[in-house]
């Protein structure tokens, strides 16, 4: 088990473009969820996975974000036509389907919109 | 809306001295709720989780919360603070399985010598 991985740790881009993140998942985990958190404050809910499938989408996923899991192994996250507001930590977690289900969490990608 | 809410957004306490951090809940079901901490510029670690089973949990490094449906809190405390406990702590509750986290906004834990 060598937990969630994350890459990159930091991006630093220009408003406008776009970026992508890419999530690695504990293996046997079948669930995969992004979260987006600001400075200050706790992580805001934005999409999750159960295997390939997209299962729920949080109203701050605009259109200019969009998430992909097409083997149900790792999972991509882009943003297009990046906006200064977009800067922020996005976190990736897994968890395995069960009663008493636990999110792990990755280290998370910090992006810096200029 | 179902809601976690952190009293107190800075948390400082002398090393050794009791760590109490603050966690009610807005919940028309009895809900999952966690602990995370998080440290400076990385992901969330799980501390600690409530499931119903227990109302006292222990989780890592000493800590634990009690579970009080009557009070709607999810309080975490620690006997006696270690340097190494200076954090950002962050109280989740979740509806259940197939369930996102919903996160307060954290209380930063401030330890001094």
């Known amino acids: 088990d060598t937990g969630v991985s994350q890459d990159p740790r930091h991006k630093i881009t220009k408003r406008g473009q776009n970026v992508t993140f890419r999530c690695d998942p504990i293996s046997e985990h079948n669930r995969l969820y992004w979260y987006r958190q600001t400075l200050g404050q706790g992580p805001e809910f934005l999409t999750y996975f159960q295997n390939e499938a997209q299962l729920e989408k949080s109203r701050l996923l605009s259109d200019r974000f969009s998430a992909e899991r097409p083997k149900g192994s790792f999972s991509t996250l882009e943003i297009q036509r990046t906006e200064q507001g977009d800067s922020a930590m996005y976190l990736c977690?897994?968890?395995?389907?069960?009663?008493?289900?636990?999110?792990?969490f990755g280290p998370g990608t910090r992006l810096l919109v200029l | 809306a179902q809601s976690v809410t952190q009293l107190g957004s800075h948390v400082s306490v002398s090393e050794g001295a009791l760590v109490l951090l603050r966690c009610n809940y807005s919940s028309s079901v009895p809900p999952y709720l966690f602990w995370y901490v998080q440290y400076p510029n990385q992901g969330l670690q799980l501390l600690l989780k409530y499931t119903s089973a227990a109302t006292l949990v222990k989780g890592i490094n000493g800590f634990e919360a009690e579970f009080k449906k009557s009070e709607t809190s999810f309080h975490l405390t620690k006997p006696s603070a270690h340097m190494s406990d200076a954090a950002e702590y962050f109280c989740?509750?979740?509806?259940?399985?197939?369930?996102?986290?919903?996160f307060g906004t954290g209380t930063r834990l401030q330890v001094t010598l």
């Open positions: 977690a897994s968890s395995l389907t069960g009663a008493w289900e636990t999110q792990y």
């Open positions: 989740a509750r979740s509806t259940g399985t197939a369930s996102k986290l919903t």
